[in-house]
């Protein structure tokens, strides 16, 4: 490990933010929220800019001749049926936010909206943003880097590195190898805070979920604090052991899970509407979405500004955050795929499943607040966490959907802490495919240090703040890394002409 | 003093939009530094 200063140095960073949190939670989550108040005021704007640019290169790209390109050698074949392929990015993207936001989104941009605007039309427009924070320009940011990742990787021979790609652009030398290596530096970091945010967001889930299950009530921390700790024992042993397909089977169940719900709260509950709504949804979606990109608020009042950056702006660098893992998770599934199918694949198809999602889980929360005045939008300002169980409880068999809501959301954070110390492993020792079981499990344990730091946090907006924090340097290197890309398909067109 | 970090920040944001366009035009260079042009 002390030969390897990269790795070294993401453990010594990574860890010094897990004791720092632990020490003094309030300290890392002020300091945490100060400087990315600063970072969002200024630099609003060009995060909106780089995200809608990434996702117009993804459609020109898709569109263009560089779509044929495949990503491989031109005789490579597809490893995964396109079913099973498209089965899996549903998996890594989904995760366990879409169980936790599913109804609670909405709702709360519900909340302001209402303030501004007919309660009818704030339903409409709540919906809208939700399904733009999950959308295509989410989707564009994960695929952007994965199509990076798998191009310099199949198509020409580099290690699956976030590095890799500068320095076979631009040469080997010691500026780009310095890039290279803070890169991949800040790549760890973000991962790493991400991941950390996450754990945090599913313990939470499954604490509710648990409170619902059994009618417990003010149990606090202790039981958030024994979830974690049987978390964490859940998770050493597939870092110990090769799973293999194992893991996919565990995360292609919870997935499974999580689509049986869905259907199920179709079905069960007010199918008219949600099918309305859905479909309104799609309509407005594919109308606005494109320019909403380029929303920045900037003439609405303080609240508005507000609501922009802890919504809007967190969720574009936290799916930058996230970009590296879920990017080479989806460039390693996706060898033999043309740019054009592998485009279509990872932004259509997720960003399709979002649509249906919340249209589900948000239009049982607007039948309950427009239709039967249910008191939800008291549970979203109370305690956001156990939105989902509320709703659930209104249905037939609430236990049953509440321990699978609980067993989905379980599973899907051990897969993605298992998958993310793969990852971490593997860019910390240089793109290692097989990173020794020290390696992985020392970023298990960090990975168990930065969740445990959001938890005491105890606060879902220091949590984002805190993730934020980690990702905001990542805008810049994968707008870098786009510029590798399209680089090196302008010379591969060269070459061939 | 705020108006100044904003400035600063932005300047920054700046410099990287111009870096990353004068990076896409400049000419390829290969892993041993050769150098050719588009």
Redesign the interface.
């Known amino acids: 490990m002390l030969q390897n200063p990269l790795l070294l140095v993401a453990l010594i960073i990574t860890g010094a933010v897990a004791a720092w949190g632990i020490v003094d939670t309030a300290g890392l989550a002020d300091f945490a929220s100060y400087l990315v108040g600063i970072q969002f005021t200024s630099r609003a704007w060009f995060i909106m800019l780089a995200v809608s640019f990434m996702l117009i290169v993804s459609v020109w790209l898709a569109l263009s001749r560089y779509g044929r390109i495949k990503l491989g050698q031109d005789d490579d074949e597809p490893e995964f049926s396109t079913v099973s392929w498209l089965t899996m990015l549903f998996a890594a993207g989904m995760g366990v936010g879409l169980l936790y936001w599913g109804t609670a989104e909405p709702l709360t941009h519900y909340l302001l909206i209402a303030e501004y605007r007919d309660p009818r039309e704030s339903a409409s427009l709540a919906l809208f943003i939700t399904n733009f924070h999950w959308g295509l320009h989410a989707w564009s940011i994960y695929a952007l880097t994965g199509l990076v990742i798998a191009y310099f990787s199949f198509r020409r021979g580099c290690p699956s590195l976030v590095s890799a790609p500068i320095i076979k652009v631009f040469g080997s030398n010691g500026l780009t190898r310095s890039v290279g290596w803070l890169s991949d530096l800040l790549a760890i970091v973000a991962i790493a805070i991400g991941l950390g945010g996450s754990v945090a967001m599913g313990v939470f889930q499954v604490k509710e979920g648990v409170d619902a299950l059994f009618g417990l009530e003010g149990t606090g921390m202790g039981l958030t604090l024994g979830i974690f700790v049987v978390l964490c024992l859940s998770y050493i042993l597939p870092l110990t052991v090769d799973l293999g397909r194992g893991m996919a089977i565990l995360s292609n169940s919870a997935m499974a899970v999580a689509g049986g719900l869905m259907i199920y709260i179709l079905l069960a509950g007010p199918t008219h509407f949600v099918m309305g709504g859905i479909v309104q949804a799609l309509g407005e979606y594919l109308g606005g979405v494109f320019t909403h990109g380029f929303r920045t608020f900037t003439f609405m009042d303080d609240r508005v500004g507000d609501w922009f950056q802890s919504w809007t702006l967190t969720y574009m660098v936290w799916w930058l955050a996230w970009a590296p893992f879920v990017g080479v998770f989806i460039a390693r599934i996706s060898k033999g795929r043309t740019i054009r199918e592998f485009l279509c694949g990872v932004i259509l198809v997720p960003t399709a499943f979002s649509i249906l999602w919340f249209g589900v889980f948000g239009g049982v929360g607007f039948y309950g607040v427009l239709e039967l005045d249910v008191p939800i939008l008291d549970v979203v300002r109370d305690n956001v966490s156990g939105v989902t169980f509320f709703v659930l409880d209104k249905f037939p068999l609430p236990t049953l959907t509440i321990a699978a809501v609980v067993v989905a959301a379980f599973l899907f954070i051990v897969t993605s802490v298992v998958s993310a110390a793969f990852v971490l492993g593997m860019f910390s020792t240089g793109g290692d495919l097989n990173p020794s079981t020290r390696v992985k499990l020392s970023w298990g344990v960090v990975l168990g240090g930065l969740g445990l730091v959001m938890i005491l946090s105890g606060s879902i907006d220091a949590v984002k703040s805190i993730i934020a924090l980690g990702a905001l340097p990542f805008v810049f290197i994968v707008l870098l890394l786009v510029v590798c890309l399209l680089k090196a398909l302008k010379e591969e067109r060269l070459g061939s002409s | 003093m705020s108006n100044l970090?904003?400035t600063i920040?932005?300047i920054e944001?700046f410099a990287?939009i111009g870096l990353?366009v004068w990076?896409?035009f400049k000419p390829?260079?290969?892993?041993?530094?050769?150098r050719r042009d588009?």
Do not use: A
Not at chain 2, 28 to 34: I, L, S, V
């Open positions: 970090l904003d920040m932005n944001v990287f990353l990076l896409y390829f260079q290969t892993d041993d530094g050769e588009p």
